[in-house]
């Protein structure tokens, strides 16, 4: 048995496996014969960790990986960036060993960690001066066959025809790779994540959509139609390469939508009296650029897809002023303050609160004290300040025009067993890949395999 897994960072199964799938034939004939449907996220449903918990089966908490940045122990400055190296849980390479494995840009992957196998990293690797490969010698075949790899592309800039040409240079790139791993290589199981999709989305929904706030109807208005067309043929191409018997997987991390505004968190913790400054804000201003009166904070909070807050609390914090005996009580009184946040013109909000060791069997590493999905993702989390409003029509850090949804997607061929509908989460891909691999995923801790 082998296993061919296609990584499609960000697909929604509202255009995958719906309004698009029509055009589609290669990634149809796939969809059409498998189990297939929409696949729940990671909480929260962002690249890193969600990737991860996919080839892991271990949620974000078990992980210690809550985003792509984190605090570093209870510093209010001090932080460090997700790498692959701390990613301490076995994956699905690691539990199918001594079979051999094919990894290409699956996150985190940088710096290259020993596989049984090849792999390449992926989008947070610096650039191709640094070794970006396992076995260090496979680098030299990457870059003469793609003549100068790309890992990933500045999406947020003004100048979208730029970002047209760089994304599809990139996948191109990618899949030619691909297709040579698949020849030259002997491997059991191979896995890439194309990023470029969620680029993709990320710069040109505004004009795909025409429910978008900002929507314009222009040259750019095809470009996501386009892409999944260039992705659809390239999968294509390399699907001639596999053999009938491999079994052929489809999933995303998570899904894409429209986003409705960005909310300045840290300017309604002012506004609420919960964060103190000294001085006056009068211009767009960055978290760390502000003069906190800590003494006098309960809280403050990072931007993002989704935001993270945390509590001020005494011993924990060096300046901390919540009593360990009241930290509930606050948080939970918080919590109803960012519930009862509602949009600008007055309209009810679906925001959503999540306490770490409420949704993980185990919380590692440096957790927030909340998470929260303002309005149900629709609203970015702004994490500067200095506005005339907290309620921004545009991304704080540049042109983003989509926010991520909960539900990815999820397609498994298989020629001996027939297609079929299903609902599934981000849990469950690790597990049944073991089953594929005639493993029981129990015997590692692991449960709900589709098989």
């Known amino acids: 048995m082998k296993v061919f897994v296609i990584g499609l960072d960000s697909a929604p199964p509202e255009l995958l496996f719906g309004k698009f ?14 189990i297939h449907g929409p696949m729940k996220s990671s909480i929260p449903a962002i690249t890193i960790p969600a990737w991860m918990c996919m080839a892991t089966g271990k949620t974000p908490g078990e992980l210690g990986l809550y985003g792509f940045r984190h605090r570093k122990g ?20 690691d539990y199918i060993s001594p079979k051999k494995s094919v990894l290409i840009g699956v996150p985190p992957s940088y710096p290259p960690k020993k596989v049984n196998g090849w792999l390449v990293s992926c ?9 970006y490969t396992y076995p260090k010698e496979l680098k030299r075949e990457v870059e003469k066959v793609t003549g100068g790899y790309v890992f990933d592309v500045v999406f947020r800039k003004e100048d979208r025809s730029a970002v047209v040409e760089e994304v599809w240079e990139m996948t191109k790139k990618r899949f030619e790779l691909i297709r040579y791993m698949i020849e030259t290589k002997d491997w059991d199981y191979f896995e890439f994540v194309e990023i470029g999709l969620d680029r993709i989305h990320h710069a ?13 109807k222009n040259e750019f208005s095809k470009v996501i139609p386009e892409y999944y067309k260039l992705l659809d043929r390239e999968i294509g191409k390399t699907l001639k390469l596999l053999d009938e018997d491999t079994a052929v997987l489809i999933v995303s991390d998570h899904g894409i939508k429209k986003m409705k505004g960005c909310f300045a968190i840290n300017q309604w913790l002012i506004e609420e009296g919960l964060l103190k400054v000294r001085g006056s804000i009068d211009k767009p201003t960055k978290f760390e650029q502000l003069d906190v009166d800590w003494s006098k904070t ?30 509930e009580k606050v948080r939970d009184e918080i ?45 970015r989390s702004a994490g500067t300040l200095g506005y005339e409003t907290p309620y921004l029509l545009e991304n704080d850090t540049g042109p983003d025009d989509a926010v991520h949804s909960e539900y990815g997607v999820f397609s498994l061929k298989l020629n001996e067993v027939e297609g079929r509908e299903i609902v599934t989460d981000i849990y469950k891909f690790c597990p049944t890949v073991l089953r594929l691999f005639g493993l029981n995923p129990e015997k590692f801790g692991l449960r709900g395999a589709i098989l």
């Open 123 to 131: 989008f947070i690797t610096p650039d191709s001066s640094v070794n």
């Open 21 to 34: 799938l029509k055009d589609l034939p290669n990634i149809r004939k796939i969809v059409e014969n498998s």
């Open 335 to 379: 919590t109803e303050m960012v519930k009862s946040i509602k949009g600008p013109n007055g309209e009810k909000w679906n925001t959503k609160v999540f306490y770490p060791e409420e949704i993980y069997p185990e919380c590692r590493g440096d957790k927030p004290d909340m998470i929260v999905y303002f309005d149900d993702l629709y609203w």
């Open 74 to 93: 209870y510093s209010y400055k001090d932080i460090w960036i997700a790498h692959s190296l701390m990613v301490k849980e076995k994956a699905v390479w």
């Open 204 to 216: 040109f929904w505004k004009y795909f959509d025409e429910t978008h706030h900002l929507h314009v």
């Open 298 to 327: 309960v809280a403050w909070a990072w931007g993002g897809y989704y935001a993270r807050i945390f509590l001020n609390v005494k011993g924990r914090e060096k300046e901390g002023i919540i009593r360990k005996s009241e930290y």
